[in-house]
């Protein structure tokens, strides 16, 4: 779990250009959205578009990534649960 | 009609026309046919988060929009008003080539945003948080004249206002280059300094930025006032003589007049004559100014000659590096710039000193 | 009230119908246009709905008399076809007795000729005349081309609501007094580039589009150009023309929020709605009838329902519908298509369905008018919103 939640960092950190940030600087409980992070609508695009790439989870309504991108120990535990490669 | 006065202007080009207190001192040369804009501290005037999504036309359009409004001492502009050849052609480009070697798949929503050729103005609009109009222009070489025709109507139809106007084109990796394949870019390496002295067809290609404030208020500040702007979409060398005389005769001036003109010779053996028949007809007697060698081609290249007029009006100076002949001026007051891309998209525009 | 710019001449190619008289046929027996995609190629052919005119490049190409070796895209062909039905019914024959301009808008140019030639370039010679069709003011250039038009010619490309700043230039022009003749409108031909793009944002549907319902589920791309002729005055008494109606109030705002969502106040459709009230000098209570931008977006109907409860007041909403589930979403095209239909209700004294509508919106308990009303109409709003935050609004008022 440790490892996924690392590589997990570093490919959002990839995915939305976050130039400016290293993955020691996200906790694995902040929020992504809002007060953490700072992401905004577009970057819960990206981040739907890296689950399907990724791990091959494919969400069909933009809503349903609200519940999942809270933190990045929150997206670890459902890629955990819900990867098919 | 309404007064027009440039009351700031700023350009990002391929030459290092950010610097301050400097008019081409210093000059770059470059030996392809394809070269990049020479890229000002953007981290100034961007904040990190704004950046992350922003292409290289966003960061250059931002920027110069932000130093033309320093310049002109104005903060939120009435309307902000854009002209761009091709938009954020690099994530047009890079979101077509997903689409066409990943099967339409795993594609992201922020280059197809960024593809829309509206991106800088809505960026602008969006750090300003100004919700006045705000237009974009595609028009090939008259797209950064086509808004500035908007926002001379404007300052007739809202007196005392203060408008944006601004050109953007950067260079994408392989559509760029696709115009060497077609021609319109020069197959062969140049040096970019004896342009004219080529006899291939084709021209050189670059990119840039050239954002200006105008408005109809008369004050101190006010740079220069750009007095008339016509453009033209189609025209034989013999009818764009004929509307040069007219435009000079309709704003009450004769040719000897002029005290420079500014051409847009781009070094394209096929369609560089309509600027030589002016050269040497018309104009003869004129001091003859030209640009391209040192910036390149693009659509919005001819805001560059706005900022050169400015500029000599400033500096009350012309760099030995834009004569296109050996006539000079004493003084300048009356500047005529003339443009046009491959006979097609002509423009011609006086500019005054303030 | 402002008397406005006259229109003497309209012209339109969509999913609904190839002339203005199929399109109006269609309009008044509630018949869309949204099939399933058959000309272009794509993964997502079974996952949306389109508005698609079912005529083939080399049957445009045809019906056009184009000569082989054309470099023409599907945005340019349609132009034409449009502009032209507009200047045969504006009756000018010499395009060159006037001032006349052509201001065009459009989105994405010649992208479906890029797309479909971009990986051959290098090695075939002989699609390189393409190279230079995908420039949006090349598809302009071909229509005024094919016109005879070779002063004031330009583009806009604002997105979505292109052909809306478009007609508002051409009045602005007109008024100014520095054309006395302006052929006006926008054009988009469909493109795998914006069948994808607006994939990635998640708001195409995979069922016919429902405007203003609670459950929608996104928008149906479509294409479609259409244009609109203006003239002064001064030419409409000379030569005794006929006057479709007019363009009587305009406007432009920026909702400065979001680069492609819209505010949830809807801060710059009400700018829009507003300033283009003041220009028409009218108050909301003239207006009878409202042709929504109503794309089906769950962000785009919610923002803009918000902000006409603003201008109108919950009591006062006009009528309203949004035509979109007969063409699509024309994107560039989309304010000219629906200048072409307010002319058209204009002049059938009748508002146009808005179709597939079942619940209203719950936030806010607006019902668009879901059949075709026969009503006496004067002054009509259009709205038209695009990525970039820009938001337009156009009235148009009877002859």
């Known amino acids: 779990m440790a490892e996924l939640v690392e590589e997990l960092k570093e490919k959002i950190i990839d995915q939305l250009s976050l130039e400016d940030i290293e993955v020691s600087d996200i906790d694995n409980n902040d929020p992504l959205f809002g007060d953490g992070l700072g992401l905004d609508s577009i970057d819960a695009l990206e981040l739907i578009v890296l689950l399907e790439k990724e791990y091959g989870i494919k969400l069909t309504d933009p809503k349903e990534g609200k519940a999942i991108f809270q933190s990045v120990q929150v997206m670890a535990d459902y890629i955990t649960k819900h990867r098919t490669k | ?354 | 009230m402002s008397k406005g710019i006259a229109i003497t001449g309209m012209g339109i190619i969509s999913s609904i119908g190839n002339t203005v008289a199929e399109n109006l046929s269609s309009l008044r027996a509630a018949k869309p246009g949204i099939t399933r995609l058959d000309l272009i190629e794509t993964r997502h052919r079974d996952a949306i709905m389109v508005g698609e005119i079912k005529k083939s490049n080399a049957e445009l190409e045809t019906q056009i008399g184009l000569a082989k070796d054309n470099n023409l895209s599907r945005t340019s062909m349609l132009g034409i076809i449009a502009a032209r039905e507009a200047i045969v019914q504006a009756s000018i024959d010499d395009i060159d007795a006037y001032r006349t301009g052509f201001i065009s808008g459009t989105s994405v140019g010649g992208m479906d000729m890029t797309e479909r030639y971009y990986t051959t370039y290098q090695e075939s010679p002989e699609f390189r005349k393409y190279i230079a069709t995908q420039h949006a003011g090349a598809t302009t250039g071909d229509i005024a081309r094919h016109l005879g038009i070779r002063g004031y010619v330009t583009t806009i490309s604002t997105a979505c609501s292109s052909a809306a700043n478009a007609i508002m230039l051409g009045a602005r022009m007109i008024k100014a007094g520095k054309l006395d003749r302006v052929i006006v409108g926008g054009t988009d031909g469909m493109s795998k580039f914006t069948i994808n793009g607006f994939g990635t944002l998640m708001i195409l549907s995979d069922e016919a589009c429902t405007p203003f319902d609670e459950n929608r589920k996104g928008l149906n791309l479509g294409e479609a150009a259409a244009y609109i002729v203006l003239e002064s005055d001064k030419i409409v008494k000379k030569e005794n023309k006929k006057v479709l109606g007019y363009v009587s109030g305009w406007a432009n705002a920026n909702d400065a929020f979001h680069q492609t969502a819209s505010s949830a106040e809807g801060e710059g459709a009400y700018l829009a709605m507003k300033e283009a009230l003041d220009i028409a000098e009218i108050t909301p209570d003239a207006i009878d009838y409202v042709n929504v931008h109503g794309t089906a977006t769950p962000n785009n109907d919610m923002s803009e329902g918000t902000a006409m409860l603003r201008i109108f007041g919950k009591e006062n909403i006009p009528v309203f519908s949004s035509t979109k589930a007969f063409t699509g979403h024309t994107l560039a095209a989309a304010a000219s298509v629906e200048a072409v239909f307010s002319l058209l209700s204009l002049q059938e004294n009748m508002v146009f369905p808005n179709l597939n509508f079942k619940t209203p919106i719950e936030a806010l308990d607006m019902t668009p008018q879901t059949t075709c009303l026969e009503k006496e109409l004067n002054v009509i709003l259009s709205n038209s919103f695009g990525f970039g935050g820009n938001c337009s609004t156009l009235i148009f008022t009877k002859a």
Not at chain 2, 134 to 160: K, R
């Open chain 2, 1 to 354: 009609m309404s007064k027009c006065y440039i009351k700031g202007i700023a350009s990002i080009t391929a030459q290092p026309t950010t610097v301050e207190d400097q008019f081409l001192e210093e000059i770059i040369s470059y030996q392809e046919s394809i070269f990049r804009a020479s890229d000002p501290n953007y981290k100034e005037f961007i904040k990190p988060a704004a950046m992350r999504r922003m292409s290289k036309a966003v960061k250059m359009g931002v920027t110069a929009s932000q130093m033309a409004l320093k310049q002109a001492n104005i903060e939120q502009p009435d309307a902000i008003i854009t002209g761009t050849g091709m938009g954020c052609r690099q994530d047009s480009e890079k979101f077509l080539e997903k689409i066409l070697y990943d099967d339409e798949q795993y594609l992201t929503p922020t280059l197809f945003i960024q593809s829309t050729h509206n991106t800088v103005g809505g960026q602008i609009a969006l750090g300003l948080k100004c919700k006045a109009y705000n237009v974009t222009y595609v028009q090939s070489a008259v797209s950064f004249e086509s808004a500035i025709i908007d926002a001379q109507l404007m300052l007739d139809e809202q007196p005392n206002s203060n408008i944006m106007v601004g050109g953007i084109d950067e260079i994408a990796k392989t559509s760029s280059r696709f115009h060497i394949l077609n021609g319109d870019v020069k197959k062969e390496e140049i040096h970019n300094l004896e342009l004219l002295s080529s006899t291939t067809t084709g021209t050189i290609a670059s990119e840039g930025a050239t954002f200006m404030v105008i408005g109809n208020e008369d004050t101190t500040n006010n740079i220069a006032e750009i007095v008339d702007v016509e453009i033209k979409y189609s025209a034989s060398v013999e009818e764009i003589k004929k509307d040069i005389l007219e435009f000079i005769a309709r704003n009450d001036l004769e040719i000897t007049a002029i005290d420079a003109i500014v051409l847009g010779n781009n070094g394209d053996h096929s369609f560089d004559h309509y600027y030589q028949e002016l050269q040497q007809t018309l104009f003869k007697d004129t001091e003859q100014l030209y640009y391209k060698h040192l910036i390149g081609e693009y659509h919005t290249a001819s805001a560059f000659a706005y900022w050169i007029g400015t500029k000599i009006f400033e500096y009350k100076n012309v760099p030995d590096v834009l004569r296109l002949n050996d006539k000079k001026s004493q003084e300048h007051k009356n500047i005529l710039i003339y443009n046009h891309y491959r006979g097609e998209n002509h423009s011609i525009a006086l500019l005054r000193k303030c």
